[in-house]
């Protein structure tokens, strides 16, 4: 061996690290006020709920709550989900389409064990989630970044993409309130979608761990939906309607579900049985949609606190989206602007954010974007970090 790095595999070599986790020595400075992460208010989590149930099926069925389980899925939750999703969508769900993962980002790492080779064209929203990019990623996929503006992922460029006689294979989607930008798919783009995915043969990947968080605004129809062709899988996550538990979901064709089943084998045998089975008895209890209403309401006022800063202090030149629902607000700054000193110039002040960079791929960058998120502080502390941030600005302008 010529030296300890013949020892990794191909695979390991090529992962990258996360660009936000790789931030978090200058976030976690004490006083800093955080608006970098993508994580929900623990305020929000239903600890008195979580903890009555755990006791109940600790004391009730400790043998299988503790024991291995189904690859797929606590059967019961792979049921309610399929009942759930049924109702929203207006559509006749089988609990054989749906698998339980160990939060959403296992689902995309799961489906892109299943369908991505290397080299394979994967159409991604230019910027987008950088787990999605990370799951991708590690299965060599060559991104298609596809631009956005405020209706979200431009389909005309899309579909000119593919007339030229490109082949695809999957397009990776957050259509409500996408991370980072905050923007909503609309229903036409949503329909355009479906019709292109029938047309050239390709998978269509919606990540919606931000649907039910809407502050505003008109309820927008999930692409899978919308899709009778089979060409749709529709994941999520508890993260952000419960709490960051790491459990997720998966619903897709029967078939496909089946081969996830065997692909997610070898990766944990199975999620957690006592974590599925607290979800499950949250839903059965329909404690779920209760829970959902109150975090709502608690993020809105602090998305309102955020907007109404963001217009009454940010310098001209400045621009951001306005989010109906999700977590964050997508910023962009005058292009002479250096977000990367403008990021350290900020810490400095105690006031973090992501740099927009770490959301797009190479070669396709964005660099005078950032990103903030609106839930994770307080009102007041929104302000403050809002009005600090705004004068960074304001100085390097």
């Known amino acids: 061996m010529d030296s300890q790095n013949d020892l990794y595999s191909?695979?390991?070599?090529?992962?990258?690290?996360?660009?936000?986790?790789?931030?978090?020595?200058?976030?976690?400075?004490?006083?800093?006020?955080?608006?970098?992460?993508?994580?929900?208010?623990?305020?929000?989590?239903?600890?008195?709920?979580?903890?009555?149930?755990?006791?109940?099926?600790?004391?009730?069925?400790?043998?299988?709550?503790?024991?291995?389980?189904?690859?797929?899925?606590?059967?019961?939750?792979?049921?309610?989900?399929?009942?759930?999703?049924?109702?929203?969508?207006?559509?006749?769900?089988?609990?054989?389409?749906?698998?339980?993962?160990?939060?959403?980002?296992?689902?995309?790492?799961?489906?892109?064990?299943?369908h991505v080779n290397k080299g394979d064209n994967v159409a991604i929203e230019s910027p987008t989630f950088t787990g999605g990019l990370s799951a991708?990623?590690?299965?060599?996929?060559?991104?298609?970044?596809?631009?956005?503006?405020?209706?979200?992922?431009?389909?005309?460029?899309?579909?000119?993409?593919?007339?030229?006689?490109?082949?695809?294979?999957?397009?990776?989607?957050?259509?409500?309130?996408?991370?980072?930008?905050?923007v909503t798919l609309s229903l036409e783009r949503r329909k355009k979608l479906v019709e292109l995915a029938n047309s050239y043969n390709f998978i269509i990947m919606e990540d919606a761990p931000y649907t039910d968080l809407r502050y505003s605004g008109e309820h927008v129809p999930s692409i899978y939906s919308l899709d009778d062709t089979g060409h749709t899988y529709f994941c999520g996550s508890f993260s952000k309607v419960f709490a960051p538990i790491r459990l997720g979901w998966l619903i897709g064709p029967k078939q496909a579900i089946g081969r996830m089943n065997i692909a997610k084998q070898p990766v944990d045998t199975c999620s957690p049985m006592l974590t599925q089975a607290i979800v499950y008895y949250f839903l059965a209890q329909k404690m779920l949609d209760p829970q959902i209403e109150k975090i709502v309401k608690f993020y809105q006022k602090r998305r309102n606190a955020m907007l109404s800063v963001l217009d009454e202090v940010?310098?001209?030149?400045?621009?951001?989206?306005?989010?109906?629902?999700?977590?964050?607000?997508?910023?962009?700054?005058?292009?002479?602007?250096?977000?990367?000193?403008?990021?350290?110039?900020?810490?400095?002040?105690?006031?973090?954010?992501?740099?927009?960079?770490?959301?797009?791929?190479?070669?396709?960058?964005?660099?005078?974007?950032?990103?903030?998120?609106?839930?994770?502080?307080?009102?007041?502390?929104?302000?403050?970090?809002?009005?600090?941030?705004?004068?960074?600005?304001?100085?390097?302008?």
């Open 10 to 114: 191909d695979l390991s070599n090529h992962i990258k690290p996360s660009p936000i986790r790789a931030l978090m020595p200058f976030i976690r400075q004490p006083g800093v006020i955080g608006f970098a992460g993508g994580l929900p208010a623990p305020e929000t989590f239903p600890v008195e709920e979580i903890q009555e149930i755990t006791a109940n099926v600790l004391a009730e069925e400790p043998g299988s709550a503790l024991q291995y389980g189904p690859t797929t899925g606590d059967p019961r939750l792979r049921q309610i989900l399929a009942e759930r999703f049924s109702q929203k969508m207006g559509m006749d769900l089988d609990s054989e389409q749906v698998i339980v993962t160990t939060g959403s980002q296992q689902a995309l790492y799961l489906a892109s064990m299943i």
């Open 136 to 182: 991708f990623d590690a299965f060599h996929a060559n991104f298609v970044p596809i631009e956005m503006d405020n209706d979200g992922l431009r389909t005309d460029i899309l579909e000119e993409w593919l007339q030229a006689g490109n082949r695809l294979k999957m397009l990776y989607t957050i259509p409500d309130f996408q991370n980072p930008t905050g």
């Open 314 to 397: 940010m310098p001209e030149g400045v621009t951001w989206t306005k989010p109906e629902g999700g977590m964050f607000v997508w910023i962009t700054v005058p292009e002479h602007v250096d977000v990367q000193k403008l990021f350290h110039a900020a810490i400095d002040q105690k006031v973090a954010f992501v740099t927009g960079s770490a959301f797009f791929i190479e070669g396709a960058v964005q660099s005078n974007t950032l990103r903030v998120n609106f839930v994770s502080e307080t009102e007041e502390q929104i302000e403050v970090g809002i009005k600090r941030l705004a004068d960074v600005i304001r100085d390097m302008l």
